[in-house]
């Protein structure tokens, strides 16, 4: 069975910060910019602006995880370890 083909191109985003939610049927991937932190840390609470918002199945979720991995693993094996604070904590049940 042939590819589909993509039609587009979406707006590009950048994001530096990520919320998962999650429901019977799907899971809602929030994603957004984190803004500069204030001058005065007392006056301010640090702000993220949600750049986008993407729901998919609970199947796609888990297809995805694999598919990711394997993206990180040969980015690493050519440029080196991508270093990732509190990865190994977000394995933990």
């Known amino acids: 069975m042939p590819q589909p083909t993509w ?26 910019l984190m803004q500069a932190a204030p001058a005065n840390p007392g006056q301010a609470v640090q702000r993220i602006g949600e750049v986008a918002r993407v729901s998919m199945s609970w199947g ?6 694999p ?18 604070p509190g990865f190994g904590d977000n394995w933990k049940g």
């Open 7 to 32: 039609d587009g191109p979406a707006e590009p985003v950048y994001a530096n910060a990520m919320s998962v939610n999650g429901g019977a049927f799907d899971v809602m991937l929030i994603f957004g």
């Open 60 to 65: 796609h979720v888990k297809s995805m995880i």
């Open 67 to 84: 598919l990711l991995a394997k993206m990180v693993a040969d980015y690493e094996s050519t440029y080196g370890e991508v270093p990732a």
